[in-house]
């Protein structure tokens, strides 16, 4: 019985070494920090829930600092608007919303310290689909909102990968 064991647990293990190289392999590794072309950043407009978010990720998984001057920072970063839209997709044959899709628009801009821009305006457009029923409207709502806020976070990232997209320029 302990020699089948042991064959069973050296086949397992024979069988999970070339899962690890592949897993190893493929370029997986944790997000970590990313460097910026620049040492510090002003973040301005849009939502106070959206800025407090998006600073408190550039704080975390970059070297930049954020600054409350903007006089004082390398790079600007505008955010010019947020918007979030509810469009019903399908009605049941009783004319009850059944399914609904949710919009978070961001845009924004940023520029340099010399006001040349770094990047130009630009749109974020986040869509994610609920399927509703008026039986369960406090259950929706917390979905919804969760949705809203997954949206948002994931605006934050594709704002972070913006940024540090950008190089320095030469001279």
């Keep these: 019985m302990a020699i089948l064991e042991k064959r069973r647990g050296l086949l397992l293990a024979l069988a999970s070494a070339p899962l690890a190289l592949l ?6 590794r944790l997000r970590g920090t990313q460097a910026l072309a620049f040492r510090t950043l002003h973040v301005t407009g849009g939502d106070p829930v959206f800025l407090t978010e998006l600073k408190r990720a550039v704080a975390a998984g970059t070297g930049t600092q954020l ?3 903007p006089k004082a920072a390398e790079a600007v970063l505008f955010i010019d608007g947020i918007a979030r839209e509810r469009l019903i997709l399908s009605l049941s044959g009783a004319g009850r919303v059944r399914e609904l899709e949710l919009r978070l628009r ?4 940023m520029n340099d310290a010399k006001g040349q821009p770094l990047i130009a ?3 974020i457009s986040l869509k994610r689909d609920l399927t509703y029923d008026d039986t369960q409207v406090l259950a929706k709502e917390q979905e919804e909102a969760l949705l809203y806020r997954d949206m948002q976070n994931d605006a934050v990232q594709q704002i972070l990968f913006r940024l540090a997209a950008i190089r320095p320029r030469a001279g």
Aim: some cysteine; overall charge negative.
């Design 23 to 28: 897993a190893a392999g493929c370029g997986f």
């Design 67 to 69: 600054v409350d001057d």
């Design 106 to 109: 961001v845009q924004f801009h």
């Design 121 to 123: 305006p630009s749109q």
